[in-house]
């Protein structure tokens, strides 16, 4: 009987997983990139491989040295140098490690007219004590409406609809100095430790833009950006529009924010109030075009829908591309779940919040980044089993078996089916099925009535 346990043969499996990982998508050089390196000793790769599959090994870092079953060749102080270096650059490696993934592996899995998005959305990162933690804060939590310790971790994500892949993020602190209980430690402002720390002290909607920046910077290809109504004022959608981008975003229901609608400057109560709205099961109530911004307006579409939590209640969408449907503008902000799905993952199952205890800003921002790097890893890997496109040649030679019995074919012969039993059972006519068939096919759309070729069917 063999002494090896399942767990030796699962952490084999893993370390081909991960090691294959970092071996296509050249993380060692985005890492180089990045400033990622030291000068002597352990190579950085090394470590940043350790700590991106220990989650997987379901024990810290502590409790392997406590029981001897550390056998990594660096010791302690090493690997938090590691994370406590000031000089990487982790907003841009997960920029260029998503820029990576997308442009080698998931373009090819993706058809050019399925629409990409950005989707941008901020979440807490939770810390119990902050009087020593760098840049610690008391931080309005908008889902609970109260304050609470620790950080909003604003982030930008991609998804094409199959995949969501973090791009990068930034652990914000409190813009205003009495909300932050934690020390503030000063540093260059041109370096990458100041440049970090200032976008942490900036507002959630500037620091947006430079998160997005980033990303643009990075090669990533986007069609629209998706955010809900913490971020949906007026300038921000013309921030987005002057970048090339449309936006699809909740409308805040405020009567501070105006449009322009029939020449008046109107909020979007009274636009609702104004308008007479759909009857019946129809997938949206209300839809206008406006023109958004005061100085230099675009134009826009709102679409407002039913509240399903309430159905007295309703929301309303606004997106800068007005040649939009109103069912596509519903169906892509649907994608934005797929964050909330991101968060919750990060933080129940990926460590986020509650495996790294360091003091250090740097730190806490490479753990963020490293977290992100396994739900990368994780995305990219589920992507590999479920898509039957990674088959390579074989799915389409499968492909090309299955397209011998077309749809068309196939209802063709179930029609056929159907008019043998009419007469078996009915005893109608020749020209009776005939006159029922050709009053059937009139009766369907064209694309329909082209496909069956009802007549040849009837005779």
């Not at 060749?73 to 938090?80: A, G, I």
């Not at 939590?141 to 094409?160: A, C, E, P, Q, V």
């Not at 199952?349 to 806490?364: G, K, P």
Request: proline share 2%; hydrophobic share 40%.
């Amino acid at each position: 009987m063999s002494i090896l346990t399942q767990n030796n043969v699962s952490d084999t499996e893993l370390f081909d997983c991960v090691q294959r990982f970092f071996s296509k998508h050249r993380i060692g050089m985005l890492l180089k990139k990045c400033n990622g390196t030291k000068e002597k000793g352990v190579p950085s790769i090394s470590i940043l491989k350790y700590k991106l599959g220990n989650v997987f090994s379901q024990r810290s870092m502590y409790m392997q040295q406590r029981t001897g079953s550390f056998n990594e060749s660096f010791s302690k102080n090493t690997f938090y140098r590691f994370l406590n270096s000031a000089k990487t650059n982790w907003l841009r490696f997960t920029s260029l490690l998503a820029s990576e993934i997308i442009n080698s592996e998931l373009d090819a899995l993706t058809d050019e007219t399925r629409v990409k998005t950005f989707i941008i959305d901020d979440s807490l990162f939770n810390r119990s004590s902050c009087k020593k933690t760098e840049l610690g804060s008391r931080v309005f939590d908008h889902t609970d409406h109260s304050y609470k310790k620790g950080y909003r971790m604003l982030t930008l994500g991609w998804s094409d609809g199959c995949t969501f892949l973090p791009i990068n993020s930034c652990l914000l602190a409190s813009s205003q100095e009495s909300n932050i209980i934690g020390p503030m430690k000063s540093f260059d402002k041109r370096t990458i430790a100041g440049k970090r720390r200032v976008l942490a002290q900036m507002k959630a909607t500037d620091s947006m833009l430079t998160l997005i920046d980033n990303a643009l910077s990075s090669r990533i290809s986007t069609d629209y950006v998706l955010f809900d109504s913490w971020f949906s004022n007026p300038a921000q959608i013309l921030s987005m529009k002057e970048r090339g981008l449309d936006t699809i975003a909740m409308i805040k229901k405020s009567s501070r924010i105006k449009y322009g609608y029939e020449g008046q400057a109107l909020n979007i109560k009274q636009i609702y109030a104004r308008n007479k709205k759909r009857r019946g099961r129809s997938r949206y109530l209300l839809s206008v075009d406006v023109m958004l911004g005061k100085e230099n307006p675009i134009p826009a579409k709102i679409v407002c829908v039913r509240n399903k939590a309430n159905r007295k209640d309703w929301l309303a969408f606004v997106c800068t591309n007005p040649d939009l449907s109103e069912e596509e503008i519903i169906r892509l902000y649907g994608r934005r779940w797929d964050i909330e799905v991101f968060f919750k993952s990060c933080k129940s199952l990926l460590n986020l919040t509650c495996e790294c205890h360091s003091l250090s800003y740097d730190a806490l921002t490479a753990h963020t980044a490293i977290v992100f790097t396994r739900y990368m890893l994780l995305a990219v890997e589920q992507r590999g089993n479920e898509d039957l496109r990674t088959l390579g040649e074989l799915f389409y030679f499968l492909v090309d078996e299955m397209a011998d019995i077309t749809f068309s074919h196939s209802m063709q012969i179930i029609l056929q089916a159907m008019i043998a039993s009419m007469q078996e059972f009915l005893k109608l006519s020749e020209e009776q099925i005939h006159a029922f068939m050709i009053d059937f096919g009139s009766r369907l759309p064209k694309y329909l009535q082209r496909g069956l070729n009802i007549e040849s069917v009837a005779a």
